[in-house]
DNA sequence: GACCCCTAATCC
DNA sequence: GGATTAGGGGTC
């Protein structure tokens, strides 16, 4: 279709517009329903105005220009309208359309460039919240044995007093089910052990 | 008033 | 059905 050419009307029925226009509320909702219903009137009033395709070379000569600068001011505008012989508005509206192909081949672009990196953090967000949910396994795995621990050793300094020095050498956990290497480090001088307490109920 | 954004209409 | 042209609202 060259450059001039009438385009036929709407082929789109009645139903079809009512369609279309709710979507567009959908999308505009400050936008009032009667201004809607003759922003469409308008449209189809336009029905016969001209759409112009633009030829070959003309897209050509566009594409070069917007190469080398993609905004377009009022002299240039108007030399390039001259050139092509195309309206000056027709102008304005292809580099705003093409900004705006310009603008989302960008944004596809940094998207397909993100999406590895944003994939990879993904996945190690995974591993490091796994890691975290072992780890606090472990503390409160940790956390029970010193609570049974610090429970044994009072009942055993309790049963011990009176008379008994500061020192404990008796293994304090024997017969309460603990590990051996663990029932080993339960020698502990009493007041190293009052220390610690102090520390774990600080923490 | 130029521009951006969304959308409809149309082309291919 | 994607690409293109153009209308129209909103913003600065």
Redesign the pocket.
Known sequence: ?ENG????????SHE??EM??F??S???P??PRG?RR???R??????D??????NDE??KL?EMRFGED?????GR?LRLATELG??P??I??????????D?SKQVEEAYLKLKPVHDVAVVEKCHLENEVMKLKERLLEAQEKIRKLSLSMKEAVDGSRPGSSTFSHQPLVAGFGVAEEEAELMYIQESDFSNYMMEWAYF
């Open positions: 279709m050419d009438v385009v036929s009307e709407s082929c789109m079809e517009g279309m226009l979507s567009a959908e999308l505009h400050q936008m201004e003759a922003r469409r308008r449209k189809k009033a336009k029905g105005a001209k759409k112009r395709r633009l003309q897209a566009l993609k905004k377009l001011e009022l505008k195309l309206d508005k027709q304005a509206v292809w580099f705003q359309n093409r900004r705006a192909r603008k």
